[in-house]
């Protein structure tokens, strides 16, 4: 049987993806051989560990403990259910890899949760220049007021559109 044009190509293309998966295994096991020691023993004698544990409590939750070499492992168990191959794919084994899959989910959840109150705020900021445009104008005092409101709410609107930069140092060595 002959194959399509596009046939072939997602052929290639899982043929593609198989083989970069064993590279990155195989960079990965070659990465971990530069690190004998074992993370969790570096972060408990680590004095900015504190630090870590301080900004948990600022959330009112229970930081992460690193007592022991285990790799990562999702609360609900569905991440590995859904993924067979997730610590082995992403390179994450014994503490460091669950340190760093901590980093990229908290990550995620920072862009998520900021994303929702960035939404909140402009949502209550254009409900209120909706109010304005709605009022009694008439008198000139309120309109100099309204549109000195309109003008600060409009920049707030404006700084809100921006986003926010943080640097942070690099830690993934995955795949080189």
Do not use: C
């Not at 096991?29 to 004698?45: G, R, S, W, Y």
């Not at 959840?109 to 900021?114: G, H, I, K, N, Q």
């Not at 100099?144 to 830690?171: D, I």
């Amino acid at each position: 049987m002959v194959l399509s044009p596009a046939e072939k190509q997602s052929r290639y293309r899982e043929r593609q993806k198989t083989l970069k998966q064993v590279a990155n295994r195989v960079a990965q096991k070659q990465i971990d051989t530069l690190f004998p020691a074992t993370f969790h023993e570096f972060f408990n004698d680590h004095g900015d560990n504190t630090t870590f544990h301080i900004a948990f409590d600022a959330m009112g939750m229970d930081a992460p403990e690193f007592t022991d070499n285990a790799g990562p492992k999702s609360v609900s168990g569905q991440i590995e259910i859904d993924n067979e191959e997730f610590n082995v794919n992403l390179g994450y084994t014994g503490s460091l890899g669950r340190a760093e899959n901590m980093i990229e989910q908290l990550i995620d959840a920072t862009v998520s949760l900021s994303g929702i109150v960035n939404d909140f705020k402009r949502e209550q900021i254009t409900a209120r220049l909706t109010e304005i445009e709605l009022a009694d104008l008439t008198d000139p005092a309120n309109r100099k007021a309204a549109m000195g409101e309109v003008v600060r709410l409009n920049k707030l609107l404006e700084r809100l559109s921006k986003p926010a930069r943080w640097n942070f140092p690099q830690w993934k060595l995955k795949g080189e």
